[in-house]
C-alpha cells in the first residue's frame, strides 16, 4: 500500500514524438485508478516511467514522498502485469510464481506458503505443477497477475491485463481483480481503452488524449460531468449525442434552436448560459436521456433508421441530416424501422459544451 504522485512528467521519444507531454496525477493509498483513452494517447508509457523501465524526460515520480524517478525499477517496490503475460514459458506455475520470491532470499517454507495463498486467490491453487504451456489463455493470465501479487507489491501496475481474454472471460475477470483488490488493499493502477471497463473497476478514472490528462474522477464524475465533448463521446455505449443549437433567452425560458427542432426550457439553475444568448453551443445528450414520447409531447418527430435488440433494452438509430442519433430504449417499447417516433429530452440530464473550446459550460446547479 502507496501513495504515488506524478509531478510533471513528460516523455520525448523523438524531437517530434512526446509519448506523454505532461502527467500531474496524486493517488492515494488503496485507490483503484484506471488510465483511459485511445491508442497512442500515452498509457503504456505513463506506467513503464511509473515502473522504473522508461527514463522520465522532465518531472518527479514520488511513492510515499520519496522520489523514486532515478531508482531502478527492482528497488521500487513496485509489480506490473502486461497484456501478453511474460510468463517464463520453461518453469512450472509454482516457479513461476515463486521466482521473484526466492530473488529476496525467502525462506523456503514461507515461500511456499505465499505462493500457494495467492494462487489460492486468483484460482490457478490447483494448477502449480502445470507448464504455461499446458494451460488456457485465462489460466495463463493468472498466473502472470499470481506472479505480480506475490511479492505483495507497494503498488501494482496493470496495463490491459484483460485485453487477450474472450469477452464474457474478461467480464468475469474484472469482477474477480475487484475482488482481490479488495482483499489485498493494494495501491493499483490499471490501463484499458475499455470504457466499460474503466467505469465498473475504478475508484477514479484519468482520461487521456493525446499524452495529456484531460480529466480526473469518478465514474459518476466522467460520466455525468464529462469536462468536455472528448470525454462525453468516448465515455458510454453509444457514446453522447452532440446537437449544435442557437441559444436565445427570453424572459425565464430558453430557447435552443436546431436545425431540427427548438427546445425551451426553463433558465432557473442554468443562468450561466445567458452570456451564450444568440451564439450558437452543442448540447450533449446521452442516449438514455433521449425519450421516445407521445406526439402531442414530442419536440420532434423522426424517422427510425435501425433498430439494434440488446435483451435488456434496445438501440434505435435515427438520421437527422446525414448525423446518426442514437438511443436506448426499452426492450418493451414497440418501435421498427420505418416508424415515426416523437422525441423528447431528459432536460435535467443534458450537457452543455461551448462549441469553440468544446469544453463544459460549468452550472452553478453542478457546483
Ligand atoms: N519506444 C518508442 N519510440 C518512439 N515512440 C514511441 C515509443 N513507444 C511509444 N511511442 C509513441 O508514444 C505514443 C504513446 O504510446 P503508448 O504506447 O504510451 O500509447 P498507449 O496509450 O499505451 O496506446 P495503446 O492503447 O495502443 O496501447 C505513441 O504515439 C507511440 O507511437
Ligand atoms: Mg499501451
Known amino acids: 500500500m502507496a501513495t504515488l504522485e506524478l509531478i510533471d512528467i513528460a516523455k520525448r521519444f523523438t524531437k517530434k514524438v512526446w509519448g506523454v507531454k505532461k502527467m500531474d496525477l496524486e493517488v492515494e493509498e488503496?485507490?483503484?485508478?484506471?488510465?483511459?483513452?485511445?491508442?497512442?494517447?500515452?498509457?503504456?508509457?505513463?506506467m513503464r516511467m511509473i515502473a522504473g523501465l522508461e527514463e522520465v524526460t522532465r518531472g518527479t515520480i514520488l511513492l510515499d514522498g520519496?522520489?523514486?524517478?532515478?531508482?531502478?525499477?527492482?528497488?521500487?517496490?513496485?509489480?506490473?502485469?502486461?497484456?501478453?503475460?511474460?510468463?517464463?514459458?520453461?518453469?512450472?506455475?509454482?516457479?513461476?510464481?515463486?521466482?521473484?520470491?526466492?530473488?529476496?532470499?525467502?525462506?523456503?517454507?514461507?515461500?511456499?506458503?505465499?505462493?500457494?495463498?495467492?494462487?489460492?486467490?486468483?484460482?490457478?491453487?490447483?494448477?502449480?505443477?502445470?507448464?504455461?504451456?499446458?494451460?488456457?489463455?485465462?489460466?495463463?493470465?493468472?498466473?502472470?497477475?499470481?506472479?505480480?501479487?506475490?511479492?505483495?507489491?507497494r503498488l501494482f501496475?496493470?496495463?490491459?491485463?484483460?485485453?487477450?481474454?474472450?469477452?464474457?472471460?474478461?467480464?468475469?475477470?474484472?469482477?474477480?481483480?475487484?475482488?482481490?483488490?479488495?482483499?489485498?488493499?493494494?495501491?493499483?493502477i490499471f490501463v484499458t481503452h475499455d470504457q466499460s471497463e474503466a467505469m465498473s473497476m475504478a475508484d477514479r478514472i484519468v482520461i487521456m488524449k493525446d499524452g495529456e490528462i484531460v480529466q480526473i474522477g469518478s465514474p459518476d464524475d466522467v460520466y455525468f460531468?464529462?469536462?468536455?465533448?472528448?470525454?462525453?463521446?468516448?465515455?458510454?455505449?453509444?457514446?453522447?449525442?452532440?446537437f449544435t443549437v442557437k441559444c436565445e433567452f427570453k424572459k425565464e425560458k430558453i430557447s435552443l434552436k436546431h436545425s431540427h427542432f427548438t427546445l425551451e426550457i426553463d433558465s432557473i439553475g442554468i443562468e450561466e448560459l445567458k452570456k451564450y444568448s444568440g451564439k450558437e453551443i452543442v448540447l450533449g445528450v446521452r442516449p438514455e436521456d433521449l425519450l421516445v414520447v407521445a406526439d402531442d409531447k414530442a419536440v420532434?418527430?423522426?424517422?427510425?433508421?435501425?433498430?439494434?435488440?440488446?435483451?435488456?433494452?434496445?438501440?434505435?438509430?435515427?438520421?437527422?441530416?446525414?448525423?446518426?442519433?442514437?438511443?436506448?430504449?426499452?426492450a418493451e417499447t414497440k418501435v421498427n424501422p420505418g416508424d415515426k417516433i416523437g422525441?423528447?429530452?431528459?432536460?435535467?440530464?443534458?450537457?452543455?459544451?461551448?462549441?469553440?473550446?468544446?469544453?463544459?459550460?460549468?452550472?452553478?446547479?453542478?457546483?
Not at 488503496?30 to 505513463?46: A, H, N
Not at 460531468?225 to 452532440?242: D, E, K
Not at 433498430?307 to 438509430?317: D, F, I, L, M, N
Not at 450537457?351 to 468544446?358: M, S, V
Open 30 to 46: 488503496k485507490e483503484f485508478i484506471v488510465l483511459l483513452g485511445p491508442s497512442g494517447c500515452g498509457k503504456t508509457t505513463t
Open 66 to 153: 520519496k522520489d523514486i524517478t532515478d531508482i531502478p525499477p527492482r528497488d521500487r517496490g513496485i509489480s506490473m502485469v502486461f497484456q501478453n503475460y511474460a510468463i517464463w514459458p520453461h518453469m512450472s506455475v509454482y516457479e513461476n510464481i515463486a521466482f521473484s520470491l526466492k530473488l529476496k532470499k525467502m525462506p523456503g517454507a514461507e515461500i511456499k506458503q505465499r505462493v500457494q495463498e495467492t494462487a489460492d486467490m486468483v484460482k490457478i491453487g490447483e494448477l502449480l505443477k502445470r507448464l504455461p504451456g499446458q494451460l488456457s489463455g485465462g489460466q495463463q493470465q493468472r498466473v502472470a497477475l499470481a506472479r505480480a501479487l506475490a511479492v505483495r507489491p
Open 157 to 188: 501496475l496493470m496495463d490491459e491485463p484483460l485485453s487477450n481474454l474472450d469477452a464474457k472471460l474478461r467480464v468475469i475477470m474484472r469482477t474477480e481483480l475487484k475482488a482481490i483488490h479488495q482483499q489485498t488493499e493494494a495501491t493499483s
Open 225 to 242: 460531468r464529462s469536462s468536455n465533448m472528448f470525454v462525453a463521446g468516448f465515455i458510454g455505449t453509444p457514446p453522447s449525442n452532440f
Open 300 to 330: 420532434f418527430t423522426e424517422e427510425v433508421l435501425v433498430v439494434e435488440p440488446q435483451g435488456s433494452h434496445q438501440v434505435v438509430a435515427l438520421n437527422l441530416s446525414e448525423t446518426i442519433v442514437k438511443m436506448i430504449v426499452s
Open 343 to 367: 422525441l423528447g429530452f431528459n432536460i435535467k440530464r443534458i450537457h452543455f459544451f461551448d462549441k469553440e473550446t468544446e469544453n463544459r459550460i460549468p452550472l452553478i446547479s453542478e457546483a
